[in-house]
């Protein structure tokens, strides 16, 4: 059995709401007119929080912009590197906190880099 789609298109025009090439069109059998129709601000908000991505094997210069762009606006704390590290040199080892944990947007990272 083949899924079915249906869409829906439906126009609901109130006396004097409707318009026209923007401008507001009067109902023939009524004096009430209207002008523009109200409009709605969005206002983008930062998130509170933010879920702490895996960043071990970035360098800082790739995991700043990945954190900014996440809505992160914490600041970094800098471990002592760590020296015998799987990863390159100046490359992050680990992090705290630990990738997956659900973390506020203004938290304090802690990074410590391979040596």
Do not use: E
């Amino acid at each position: 059995m083949k899924p079915l789609l249906l869409i829906v298109v439906s126009t609901v025009c109130f006396v004097g709401a409707c318009s026209s090439g923007g401008r507001p069109v009067a109902a023939r059998d009524s004096a009430v007119t209207s002008s523009a129709a109200p409009t709605r601000t969005v206002t983008a908000h930062p998130p509170t929080t933010i879920v702490m991505p895996d960043l071990r094997g970035m360098y800082w210069s790739d995991a700043d912009p990945a954190l900014r762009t996440l809505g992160w606006t914490g600041v970094l704390s800098k471990a002592p590197d760590l020296p015998n590290s799987p990863y390159r040199t100046h490359q992050i080892a680990t992090q705290i906190p630990a990738p997956g944990q659900v973390i506020a947007a203004d938290a304090m990272i802690t990074l410590q880099f391979a040596q």
